[in-house]
């Protein structure tokens, strides 16, 4: 299964905007993407593309089930799989300290 990510877009050139995803910025690709994005839009990311636009009355039923996703699995005993996913992209997209 694979999953994307919700984000909003907060940067917008050509063929790539910037992202934030629960305040880690990633820049993703747009080629994909079902229809023309503005900042300010909502769109599902996968593996650095942006595959849709989420419609403007879809965003809050799409985010609430991503934050209720990610409240579950850290409250729970066992890792869900899915939120797993969610982290981990999320952390993908998130600075590293370099090493001197």
């Not at 995803?21 to 996968?46: K, Q, S």
């Not at 089930?65 to 699995?73: A, D, F, G, T």
């Amino acid at each position: 299964m694979c999953l994307g990510v919700p984000g909003l877009v907060v940067e917008l050139d050509d063929l790539t905007a910037v992202v934030d995803f629960w305040g880690v910025r990633r820049r993703v690709r747009l080629d994909l993407v079902d229809e023309p994005v503005a900042i300010g839009d909502y769109v599902l990311n996968h593996v650095g593309f942006a595959i849709r636009r989420i419609p403007v009355e879809d965003v809050q039923a799409t985010l609430a089930v991503y934050e209720q996703l990610l409240q579950e699995s850290t409250e729970g005993t066992r890792e869900d799989l899915m939120a797993a996913d969610v982290r981990s992209e999320l952390a993908a997209g998130a600075p590293r300290e370099s090493k001197p």
